[in-house]
């Protein structure tokens, strides 16, 4: 009987900001492997017909439901998502550039400064649930 192939690969789209992160890749809760940056691409020969999916961070699992035909190569990319990291940095940026404007118009200290660091209020992590987008090829 012909095997189907599925390949697992890490995109590298999003470089040096997701070098430290790690997926956990689980086929039918039986074959898992870890993956990250270094460590970017796997390949599984699997039996025709439907399989179950599991890709993980730690922090949160999606599940894919896919169906091979006999020889048929299915490519999952795992697409790392920079949500949290660089909505931190813009509202950072946006805040430090508040305080250089205010201090360069009042040049001194008022409690109007404050105002900027209310924003660190509305952006909470667990707001961005998935940190990662898998994409395959049909």
Request: glycine content about 6%; aromatic content about 12%.
């Amino acid at each position: 009987m012909n095997q189907s192939t599925i390949v697992f690969r890490m995109s590298k789209s999003s470089g040096i900001y997701n070098k430290s992160n790690r997926y956990v890749v689980r086929i039918d809760s039986k074959t898992e492997c870890e993956m990250n940056y270094s460590n970017n691409r796997k390949e599984y020969r699997v039996l025709p017909g439907k399989h179950t999916i599991e890709i993980g961070d730690g922090t949160s699992f999606q599940t894919e439901e896919i169906v091979l035909k006999a020889g048929e190569t299915k490519v999952l990319s795992i697409n790392p998502s920079l949500t949290y990291n660089l909505g931190f940095g813009i509202l950072t940026g946006m805040v430090v550039t508040g305080l250089v404007i205010q201090f360069a118009v009042l040049q001194k200290f008022s409690p109007v400064m404050i105002i900027p660091f209310m924003l660190y209020l509305f952006i909470k992590k667990r707001d961005f649930k998935n940190s990662f987008a898998i994409s395959y090829s049909k």
